[in-house]
């Protein structure tokens, strides 16, 4: 007689907290987990291909920093599980930015300005202020572009160099994570896009490394 094969996947409260957290709940997780079966099932690499292929290459150099893998693997069968793996990851990422981030009303109030002055911040042709649009099309204002009641230094130089075409997810992780070309003698360490804008650093180090996402 033939076992029938276990279809439990088994995780643990800690792993649910942390994705309930980050906003994530079951629904999303058997989402995702559908659409990569009948990714399999099918054997539809092309589609695959096409959702990943939005990233840059810098975007995908980013993405592996912060953990992701098999971006590489181009071997039969591998393109379309790694890929896909990476769209999921990536959207996994997004909701939990979006529920680390601010609503318009939140930022008026930090920065002590009007909902009317945060808005103006947002136009596209000068931007002050990073937003993307999340759930029915609602503004979110990732933190990192903050400091105390304040923006960091030099932001709109930052949105200026840009690709309106980056991904939030991939800003995120490029102004978050401690950057090689970005050495503080003073403090004997390298520094995140971030602080290092924070610390007083010149800008030109940090916009000649956007310019490649």
């Known amino acids: 007689m033939t076992a029938e094969p276990d279809t439990t996947i088994n995780v643990n409260s800690q792993d649910l907290q942390a994705l309930g957290n980050a906003g994530i709940n079951k629904a999303d997780i058997e989402k995702m ?5 009948t990714d399999l099932r099918s054997g539809n690499e092309a589609a695959v291909h096409d959702q990943a292929n939005g990233l840059t290459a810098a975007e995908i150099e980013i993405l592996r920093e912060g953990g992701a893998y098999g971006l590489d693997d181009t071997s039969p069968g591998a393109l379309a599980r790694s890929r896909r793996l990476a769209v999921m990851r990536l959207q996994l990422e997004f909701k939990q930015l ?30 002050g202020l990073y937003s993307f649009k999340g759930a029915r099309s609602k503004a979110w204002f990732p933190r990192w572009q903050f400091v105390e009641s304040s923006v960091i230094p030099h932001l709109r130089l930052v949105l200026q160099t840009l690709s309106p075409q980056a991904h939030p997810v991939t800003v995120q992780q490029f102004m978050t994570q401690v950057n090689n070309d970005l050495w503080s003698s003073e403090l004997e360490e390298n520094l995140s896009p971030r602080d290092w804008l924070i610390a ?14």
């Open 33 to 37: 987990l559908h659409a990569l079966a």
């Open 98 to 127: 979006q529920r680390d981030s601010l609503y318009a009303s939140a930022v008026a109030e930090l920065l002590g300005i009007s909902a009317a002055r945060v808005r103006q911040l947002t136009n596209p042709g000068n931007p």
């Open 200 to 213: 007083g650093y010149p800008a030109e180090p940090v916009l000649s490394l956007i310019r490649d996402i």
